[in-house]
């Protein structure tokens, strides 16, 4: 008897992880494939553009993309994107670590 798969969204913690840092009221988060043969998905739909449409309340800056195409990542600046940064914000994660779940919580939509 043939099941037919259900259609199973990923997002990009299913082939990614993330490290996060800050500096002042900027976020900086590393993106790195599990497996390479991933990269090319990623490149294509985890876009400077995508990570500021999605997120229009907390990132107040621009967002630059690097890629990083010899260690399979992607690095990604948020600017204003902390509140103020760990000195003026009265937010809980000050810091910008939960830019990385945030992130990894996006879907892999090919037409993202």
């Known amino acids: 008897m043939n099941v037919p798969q259900r259609n199973v969204r990923r ?18 988060v590393n993106v790195w494939v599990y497996d390479t043969k991933d990269f090319e998905l990623l490149k294509r739909t985890l876009t400077a553009e ?18 990083i195409e010899h260690l ?15 000195n003026r914000s009265l937010n809980l994660d000050s810091h910008g670590k939960s830019w990385s779940y945030l992130i990894l919580g996006l879907t892999l939509d090919e037409d993202a």
């Open 50 to 67: 995508r990570v500021k449409r999605e997120f229009p309340e907390l990132i107040q800056g621009k967002v630059e993309r690097y890629v």
């Open 72 to 86: 399979h990542g992607l690095n990604f600046v948020l600017h204003d994107a902390l509140e103020g940064g760990v």
């Open 11 to 28: 997002i990009v913690r299913d082939i990614a992880h993330a490290r996060a840092g800050d500096k002042g009221n900027t976020s900086n």
